[in-house]
């Protein structure tokens, strides 16, 4: 996997997120998307969230880490999948 800078890295992130959520193909805010996290994050999203993550990225979380509330922004997603990446 290519070197990402974070920007490059969050930017990755809330493209997937995006597609997610099914929002619309603009960019969306950081904070609208930790909104949906918190809202419409349920336990098959959160799957096929951690799914598309290690698939995007190349990576496999730990079992012990998949934790939903862990990954409940889009800065705790980057660190998540930073500390994968490691």
């Known amino acids: 996997m290519e070197t ?11 493209r997937q997120l ?3 959520f099914e929002l619309p193909d603009a960019e ?8 949906k996290l918190g809202a419409e994050l349920d ?5 096929r969230m951690v799914v598309g ?6 990576i496999a979380f730990k079992e012990e880490e998949m934790i939903m509330q ?9 660190r ?3 500390q994968a990446l490691a």
């Open 18 to 20: 995006a597609q997610l």
């Open 80 to 82: 998540k999948v930073e």
């Open 28 to 35: 969306p805010d950081v904070e609208q998307l930790n909104a």
């Open 4 to 14: 990402m800078t974070r920007q490059e890295m969050e930017s990755a992130i809330v």
């Open 53 to 58: 993550m290690e698939q995007r990225f190349g």
């Open 70 to 78: 862990q990954f409940g922004t889009v800065e705790r997603i980057r």
């Open 43 to 47: 336990s098959m999203t959160f799957i």
